[in-house]
């Protein structure tokens, strides 16, 4: 096999693995991933978000709050959170979130999410916080609000 055809070949199996994740949430690699708008490296699951762009940019986040902020600023998105239940991700749109200053997030966002509304009223007493939904939180100008 030449070369050229061997490089070819890793260039469709590279492609055909970002396919992959088209639809879904982005990997992110903890402690080496940026939050896109703060800059401070990902390196807790629980609090990382996402966004694809209808033109397909990818932006990830290191606190809901920081996503809030972009998020704001962009029309049309796909947007994921991590459940704060069991951290695995799921569609913003899908969660209930708790918002409360006694939330210790990395960017003092104090923003949790969750897949099951029990879990989210749970939270909601625990930290003294409110149930807000996807579509006001989004709308929200800036994570301190």
């Given amino acids: 096999m030449t070369p050229a055809r061997m490089a070819l070949g890793l260039a469709l199996l590279v492609t055909a693995g970002c396919a992959a994740h088209a639809d879904g949430p ?3 690699v903890l402690d080496r991933d940026a939050c896109s708008r703060c800059g401070m490296l990902i390196s807790e699951a629980r609090h990382a978000a996402a966004f694809r762009t209808p033109d397909g940019a990818v932006r990830v986040f ?14 049309d ?18 969660a209930t979130f708790v918002v409360s200053s006694d939330i210790r997030t990395p960017m003092a966002g104090g923003v ?5 509304a029990a879990d989210a009223d749970q939270a909601a007493a625990r930290y ?8 006001e939180l989004l709308a929200a100008k800036g994570a301190g609000s």
């Fill in 112 to 116: 949790l999410a969750f897949r099951r």
């Fill in 62 to 75: 290191d606190d809901i709050g920081c996503l809030r902020g972009a998020a704001a600023a962009t029309p």
């Fill in 26 to 28: 982005p990997e992110i």
């Fill in 128 to 135: 003294h916080g409110r149930i807000v939904r996807s579509a």
């Fill in 77 to 94: 998105l796909t947007v994921w959170v991590h459940d704060g239940s069991d951290g695995s991700w799921m569609n913003a749109g899908e």
